[in-house]
Protein backbone atom coordinates (compact mmCIF):
# COMPACT_ATOMS: atom_id res chain seq x y z
CA UNK A 1 0.00 0.00 0.00
CA UNK A 2 1.25 3.29 -0.77
CA UNK A 3 2.22 5.91 1.91
CA UNK A 4 -0.71 8.24 2.50
CA UNK A 5 0.23 11.18 4.02
CA UNK A 6 -2.60 13.66 3.89
CA UNK A 7 -6.06 13.29 4.70
CA UNK A 8 -6.66 13.91 1.14
CA UNK A 9 -4.78 11.38 -0.23
CA UNK A 10 -6.42 8.75 2.64
CA UNK A 11 -9.99 9.92 1.21
CA UNK A 12 -8.92 9.08 -2.39
CA UNK A 13 -7.41 5.93 -1.43
CA UNK A 14 -10.74 4.85 0.57
CA UNK A 15 -13.00 6.10 -2.44
CA UNK A 16 -10.80 4.30 -5.00
CA UNK A 17 -10.40 1.55 -3.31
CA UNK A 18 -13.07 0.35 -1.29
CA UNK A 19 -16.37 1.66 -3.69
CA UNK A 20 -18.01 3.12 -0.36
CA UNK A 21 -19.60 6.10 -0.94
CA UNK A 22 -18.09 9.18 0.91
CA UNK A 23 -19.51 12.42 0.81
CA UNK A 24 -16.37 14.97 0.81
CA UNK A 25 -19.06 17.96 1.51
CA UNK A 26 -20.04 16.69 4.88
CA UNK A 27 -17.80 17.33 8.27
CA UNK A 28 -16.07 14.22 8.33
CA UNK A 29 -16.51 14.06 12.33
CA UNK A 30 -20.68 13.25 10.79
CA UNK A 31 -19.31 10.46 8.78
CA UNK A 32 -17.97 8.80 11.13
CA UNK A 33 -15.46 6.77 8.84
CA UNK A 34 -12.31 8.96 9.75
CA UNK A 35 -10.81 9.32 13.03
CA UNK A 36 -7.77 12.00 12.96
CA UNK A 37 -5.67 12.15 16.14
CA UNK A 38 -1.99 12.75 16.43
CA UNK A 39 -1.68 12.86 12.40
CA UNK A 40 -2.63 9.31 12.66
CA UNK A 41 -5.26 8.42 10.62
CA UNK A 42 -7.92 5.14 11.17
CA UNK A 43 -10.22 3.69 8.38
CA UNK A 44 -13.94 2.76 9.94
CA UNK A 45 -15.74 1.34 7.03
CA UNK A 46 -19.42 1.58 7.51
CA UNK A 47 -20.98 -0.76 5.05
CA UNK A 48 -24.07 0.74 2.90
CA UNK A 49 -26.22 -1.48 1.98
CA UNK A 50 -29.27 -1.53 -0.17
CA UNK A 51 -32.99 -1.49 1.92
CA UNK A 52 -35.73 -2.78 0.47
CA UNK A 53 -39.47 -1.24 1.24
CA UNK A 54 -42.55 -2.12 1.65
CA UNK A 55 -44.71 0.72 -0.98
CA UNK A 56 -48.13 -1.45 -0.28
CA UNK A 57 -47.51 -0.06 3.50
CA UNK A 58 -46.70 3.01 3.58
CA UNK A 59 -47.58 5.67 6.28
CA UNK A 60 -49.68 8.28 4.84
CA UNK A 61 -47.73 11.34 3.04
CA UNK A 62 -50.56 13.91 3.11
CA UNK A 63 -50.05 15.15 6.64
CA UNK A 64 -46.73 15.49 6.39
CA UNK A 65 -46.81 17.91 3.02
CA UNK A 66 -49.51 19.62 4.68
CA UNK A 67 -48.11 20.18 8.22
CA UNK A 68 -44.57 21.15 6.11
CA UNK A 69 -46.86 23.36 4.00
CA UNK A 70 -48.16 25.54 6.98
CA UNK A 71 -44.78 26.32 8.19
CA UNK A 72 -43.76 27.76 4.95
CA UNK A 73 -41.93 24.44 2.88
CA UNK A 74 -43.31 22.82 -0.26
CA UNK A 75 -42.88 19.58 -1.14
CA UNK A 76 -43.40 19.00 -4.68
CA UNK A 77 -42.31 17.77 -7.64
CA UNK A 78 -39.51 19.16 -9.62
CA UNK A 79 -40.12 21.57 -12.65
CA UNK A 80 -37.90 20.79 -16.07
CA UNK A 81 -37.08 24.67 -16.19
CA UNK A 82 -35.61 24.54 -12.65
CA UNK A 83 -33.42 21.96 -13.94
CA UNK A 84 -29.96 24.01 -14.06
CA UNK A 85 -30.63 25.12 -10.57
CA UNK A 86 -31.18 21.78 -8.54
CA UNK A 87 -28.50 20.13 -10.13
CA UNK A 88 -26.19 22.82 -9.34
CA UNK A 89 -27.27 22.87 -5.91
CA UNK A 90 -27.32 18.98 -5.15
CA UNK A 91 -23.76 18.94 -6.68
CA UNK A 92 -22.77 22.39 -4.31
CA UNK A 93 -24.29 20.35 -1.58
CA UNK A 94 -23.72 16.96 -1.79
CA UNK A 95 -21.47 16.68 -4.67
CA UNK A 96 -21.05 15.38 -8.35
CA UNK A 97 -22.13 12.15 -8.05
CA UNK A 98 -25.38 12.78 -6.59
CA UNK A 99 -25.42 15.90 -9.10
CA UNK A 100 -25.20 13.01 -12.37
CA UNK A 101 -28.30 10.73 -10.61
CA UNK A 102 -30.25 13.80 -10.09
CA UNK A 103 -29.63 14.70 -13.32
CA UNK A 104 -30.80 11.30 -15.22
CA UNK A 105 -34.14 11.49 -12.86
CA UNK A 106 -34.35 14.88 -15.26
CA UNK A 107 -34.01 12.95 -18.04
CA UNK A 108 -37.20 10.02 -17.12
CA UNK A 109 -40.13 11.46 -18.98
CA UNK A 110 -41.84 11.99 -16.18
CA UNK A 111 -38.80 13.77 -13.78
CA UNK A 112 -38.66 11.42 -11.19
CA UNK A 113 -37.14 14.15 -8.37
CA UNK A 114 -38.89 15.98 -5.97
CA UNK A 115 -37.80 19.25 -4.24
CA UNK A 116 -38.55 20.92 -0.76
CA UNK A 117 -38.68 24.65 -0.98
CA UNK A 118 -38.68 27.35 1.56
CA UNK A 119 -38.71 31.36 0.40
CA UNK A 120 -38.43 30.04 -2.90
CA UNK A 121 -35.07 28.48 -1.65
CA UNK A 122 -34.26 24.94 -2.11
CA UNK A 123 -34.10 23.27 1.20
CA UNK A 124 -33.66 19.54 -0.25
CA UNK A 125 -34.57 17.20 -3.05
CA UNK A 126 -35.38 13.09 -3.58
CA UNK A 127 -35.09 11.24 -6.52
CA UNK A 128 -35.92 7.63 -7.92
CA UNK A 129 -35.26 5.64 -10.82
CA UNK A 130 -32.75 7.37 -11.39
CA UNK A 131 -29.67 4.98 -10.54
CA UNK A 132 -31.24 2.08 -11.19
CA UNK A 133 -34.81 1.15 -12.21
CA UNK A 134 -36.83 0.49 -8.99
CA UNK A 135 -34.31 2.33 -6.75
CA UNK A 136 -34.90 5.42 -4.65
CA UNK A 137 -32.30 7.91 -3.80
CA UNK A 138 -30.19 9.97 -3.71
CA UNK A 139 -31.83 12.16 -1.17
CA UNK A 140 -30.28 14.83 0.88
CA UNK A 141 -31.63 18.16 2.79
CA UNK A 142 -29.74 21.31 3.57
CA UNK A 143 -28.10 21.16 6.66
CA UNK A 144 -29.93 24.09 8.38
CA UNK A 145 -32.89 22.62 7.36
CA UNK A 146 -32.49 19.31 8.92
CA UNK A 147 -34.64 17.61 11.96
CA UNK A 148 -37.76 19.60 10.21
CA UNK A 149 -39.48 16.48 8.49
CA UNK A 150 -38.70 17.31 5.06
CA UNK A 151 -36.34 14.45 4.81
CA UNK A 152 -39.54 12.07 5.90
CA UNK A 153 -41.50 13.84 3.66
CA UNK A 154 -39.27 13.82 0.19
CA UNK A 155 -38.96 10.28 1.21
CA UNK A 156 -42.83 9.24 1.55
CA UNK A 157 -43.37 11.62 -1.89
CA UNK A 158 -40.64 9.85 -3.97
CA UNK A 159 -41.97 6.55 -2.37
CA UNK A 160 -45.45 7.79 -3.09
CA UNK A 161 -45.03 8.38 -6.66
CA UNK A 162 -43.03 4.94 -6.87
CA UNK A 163 -46.30 3.07 -5.81
CA UNK A 164 -48.19 5.18 -8.02
CA UNK A 165 -46.35 3.95 -11.17
CA UNK A 166 -46.69 0.53 -10.39
CA UNK A 167 -43.81 -0.80 -8.12
CA UNK A 168 -44.48 -3.06 -5.25
CA UNK A 169 -41.34 -2.65 -3.70
CA UNK A 170 -38.65 0.12 -3.82
CA UNK A 171 -34.93 -0.49 -2.83
CA UNK A 172 -33.00 2.28 -1.18
CA UNK A 173 -29.78 2.03 -3.22
CA UNK A 174 -26.52 2.12 -1.41
CA UNK A 175 -27.07 3.86 1.84
CA UNK A 176 -25.62 4.09 5.61
CA UNK A 177 -28.82 5.81 6.68
CA UNK A 178 -30.40 2.51 7.59
CA UNK A 179 -31.35 3.22 10.86
CA UNK A 180 -33.19 6.69 9.81
CA UNK A 181 -34.57 4.44 6.55
CA UNK A 182 -35.96 1.63 9.25
CA UNK A 183 -37.52 4.22 11.37
CA UNK A 184 -39.23 5.93 8.33
CA UNK A 185 -40.39 3.37 6.03
CA UNK A 186 -39.87 0.16 7.98
CA UNK A 187 -36.87 -0.83 5.76
CA UNK A 188 -34.93 -3.58 5.46
CA UNK A 189 -31.70 -4.70 4.62
CA UNK A 190 -31.05 -6.78 1.41
CA UNK A 191 -28.40 -9.35 2.25
CA UNK A 192 -24.94 -9.38 0.69
CA UNK A 193 -25.88 -5.89 -1.17
CA UNK A 194 -22.80 -4.13 -0.15
CA UNK A 195 -21.24 -2.72 -2.25
CA UNK A 196 -23.83 -4.16 -5.09
CA UNK A 197 -24.23 -2.21 -7.88
CA UNK A 198 -21.30 -0.12 -6.32
CA UNK A 199 -18.60 -1.55 -7.60
CA UNK A 200 -15.60 -0.13 -9.79
CA UNK A 201 -15.79 3.15 -9.45
CA UNK A 202 -14.29 5.57 -11.59
CA UNK A 203 -11.17 7.35 -9.87
C1 LIG B 1 -30.87 11.80 6.06
C2 LIG B 1 -31.49 13.19 5.83
C3 LIG B 1 -32.02 13.28 4.40
C4 LIG B 1 -32.65 13.37 6.82
O1 LIG B 1 -33.27 14.61 6.55
P1 LIG B 1 -34.08 15.41 7.68
O2 LIG B 1 -34.94 16.40 7.02
O3 LIG B 1 -33.16 15.89 8.73
O4 LIG B 1 -34.95 14.19 8.30
P2 LIG B 1 -36.27 14.26 9.14
O5 LIG B 1 -36.47 15.64 9.70
O6 LIG B 1 -37.35 13.64 8.36
O7 LIG B 1 -35.93 13.25 10.32
C5 LIG B 1 -35.08 13.64 11.34
C6 LIG B 1 -34.90 12.46 12.29
O8 LIG B 1 -34.09 11.46 11.67
C7 LIG B 1 -32.92 11.26 12.45
N1 LIG B 1 -31.82 11.00 11.52
C8 LIG B 1 -31.29 11.82 10.60
N2 LIG B 1 -30.29 11.20 9.94
C9 LIG B 1 -30.20 9.95 10.47
C10 LIG B 1 -29.38 8.84 10.21
N3 LIG B 1 -28.40 8.87 9.29
N4 LIG B 1 -29.59 7.71 10.94
C11 LIG B 1 -30.56 7.66 11.87
N5 LIG B 1 -31.38 8.69 12.16
C12 LIG B 1 -31.19 9.82 11.47
C13 LIG B 1 -32.74 12.56 13.21
O9 LIG B 1 -31.97 12.34 14.36
C14 LIG B 1 -34.18 12.89 13.55
O10 LIG B 1 -34.64 12.07 14.59
P3 LIG B 1 -35.89 12.51 15.56
O11 LIG B 1 -37.10 12.65 14.66
O12 LIG B 1 -36.01 11.38 16.50
O13 LIG B 1 -35.49 13.82 16.14
C15 LIG B 1 -30.45 14.32 6.09
O14 LIG B 1 -29.91 14.13 7.36
C16 LIG B 1 -29.35 14.38 5.05
O15 LIG B 1 -29.46 15.06 4.03
N6 LIG B 1 -28.23 13.67 5.30
C17 LIG B 1 -27.09 13.66 4.39
C18 LIG B 1 -27.39 12.91 3.12
C19 LIG B 1 -27.90 11.52 3.40
O16 LIG B 1 -27.38 10.79 4.24
N7 LIG B 1 -28.94 11.11 2.64
C20 LIG B 1 -29.58 9.81 2.83
C21 LIG B 1 -28.86 8.74 2.13
S1 LIG B 1 -29.26 8.66 0.42
Redesign the pocket.
Known sequence: MDKLETLEQFLEFVKVKTSFKY?HT?PLSHQGRVDSKEKSLTLIIIPMPDLLVKLYELPDVRSHIDELQQKGVNIRKAMAYEKHQIIEWVEDN?GPGWASECDVAFGNSRISCFIATENNNIM?FACYDSTAKNFF?????AVQ????????ALLLSALDAMSHIGYAYAIIGG???I??YK??VGAIEIPGSSPGIYKDKLK
Open positions: SLFGGPMGVARNRGIGKTESEYKA
